[in-house]
DNA sequence: TGTTTAGCATTAGATTTTCTTATCAAGGTT
DNA sequence: AACCTTGATAAGAAAATCTAATGCTAAACA
């Protein structure tokens, strides 16, 4: 049983353009017998004939021209394959999915969003907000290509990159202003105000804070760094917050924001992705950026 | 330097589908091993991983899916190749390109025309009127597949079909009806009216007649066998014509037609072509076609 | 926490395909 | 008629591709 093949159809493009068979074969670099006798299978895979030989001229038959316009469009889209290939290759392009902890994307994605269309043109970011257990779920499911979150994750199978530290703040009501602050392993006993269950930042919190309990506690949860400020700025309690979110949160609550000394809390956020992506090197490129976006949003939010 | 190949592309569509090395091989028909090379062979090809591979699953990655899109349509384009190639195998299809001397095109073509769309759905017929030594030029260019032409033509490279034979008839001026028909011999003595120089029923009616000189002569040719037929029906001379065009151009003037007896002038149409074409087989079906057609033409002159 | 299993990669040797070289045959040309 | 030109064919060489056997890694299991 004979197959096409795409030496075949090169083949017969070379025939096409040349009329001739020992210049075709020349210009596909082999001999004429090679060519003939792929020129013949080809026709005999197709059970009629593509040329009409004569001592003169090699000439397409009626049935050759309609195959030809075929062909000519199938190289070109194989062509154009090695030319995605090519483009892809320069650097990272496409559609990327990124998924971003909540207490991360906010102020984050504002900075990072048009460095990286400056850093890769190419590059269709499609991110996603949503709660780190959540992302590892799809990370894994390959619904998504990697994620910022906050480390350790040390999840089977899933390689992890650092990419910056931030410390956390200490939000309080704004006539707390200059008092004293207190030590973070204090807190557990003040009014402290969290995230609800499943955010990172809930748990890092609490490790500081020396928080046992990781009872929901009516009132006191909220469901993002905005409500939790705004509680404070109510007078409801205290909390922490990530240093990045730090100047655009306060911009919107009467409350004030400060340092710990002594000990001070922080995490570390980082690029995570399956061990088995091949896209390993070009996360470590896109690493990059984002350590460059969120070192300058790191910047940015200190400036308040 | 690697190349890529349509087996890559198939094995590729497998491993797409299937997300799975040992059941894509197992679809191709080959072992797992075979299929896993020319992956990465592709994969090296193109300079990027198609594949991202995991203990437990075979997922495209983003560039991967880029290159499934365009890898269906070639696939797609190539199987259609086969089918392009079947519905042609099946019989005349596609364009031809036919011509026709100018003493037969008028008349047969409206039997022809719509008799070959009967037989050959699929073929788009291409009919050039001229006369035989351009139709021979433009047959031995490649521009026509097939002409139909008086025989015998004897070109080098040119095989002849005959289809049938047809008998000229002598066009007088309608009093002269009754009249006795001279001998065909005889008429290079009368107005002799003939076609201009080209075209070959000039060369045979001349030959019937024992017309030597081959001079252009004033007045006396005309560019098609109508006005011919309107110069005898003017009274100014007489003609013959071929039988197959005799009923319609009787209609259109005072003339008489007539048979001639003893020696009867005739000739042989035939449907000829390059003896390199490919299409020999399919030109002898054409020809019952044209046969049939020819012959209902000449009955229906017949039975004015 | 070691063991097993599943599944892709790798290797070596066999097989098939494709190529080159040499030669033929048919049409034109001189 | 001898001679080119040019495509077809054949035989052996080279290259590509396959199978079979095996390795390796990560997940699953016990």
């Not at 990530?242 to 409350?255: D, L, N, T």
Request: overall charge negative.
């Amino acid at each position: 049983m004979l197959n096409i093949t795409l030496k075949q159809l090169r083949y017969f493009e070379a025939l096409r353009l040349h009329e001739h068979f020992g210049r075709a074969a020349d210009a596909c670099a082999v001999t004429q017998p090679a060519l003939s006798v792929q020129i013949k299978e080809l026709e005999q895979t197709l059970g009629l004939a593509l040329f009409e030989r004569s001592a003169r001229h090699v000439r397409l038959t009626s049935f050759g021209e309609t195959v030809a316009e075929r062909v000519s469009d199938i190289l070109r889209s194989i062509d154009e394959l090695s030319d995605v290939a090519r483009a892809a290759e320069a650097g990272l392009s496409g559609r990327l999915r990124v998924g971003i902890i909540p207490t991360i994307a906010p102020y984050l994605l504002p900075t990072l969003i048009p460095n990286l269309r400056g850093a890769f043109p190419d590059l269709e970011g499609q991110f996603r907000e949503t709660q780190t257990p959540r992302l590892v779920q799809e990370l894994q499911d390959g619904r998504l290509d990697c994620a910022i979150v906050a480390l350790p994750l040390l999840e089977a199978g899933i390689e992890e990159l650092p990419l910056f530290e931030e410390t956390f703040l200490l939000v309080r009501s704004e006539r707390e202003a200059g008092t004293p602050v207190p030590r973070v392993e204090a807190l557990g006993r003040e009014n402290l105000l969290l995230l609800e269950d499943g955010h990172c930042f809930r748990d890092q919190a609490m490790a500081f804070c020396k928080v046992q309990s990781s009872e929901p506690r009516e009132g006191l949860d909220g469901s993002s760094l905005s409500t939790l400020v705004q509680m404070v700025g109510a007078g409801i309690g205290m909390t922490l917050i990530p240093e990045m979110a730090a100047r655009v949160e306060a911009r919107a609550a009467p409350i004030s924001l400060s340092r710990f000394e002594g000990r001070v809390p922080g995490r570390s956020i980082g690029l995570v992705w399956r061990k088995t992506s091949p896209l390993a090197d070009q996360f470590r490129e896109l690493a990059q950026v984002i350590k460059t976006a969120g070192l300058d949003a790191l910047d940015e939010a200190e400036c308040q």
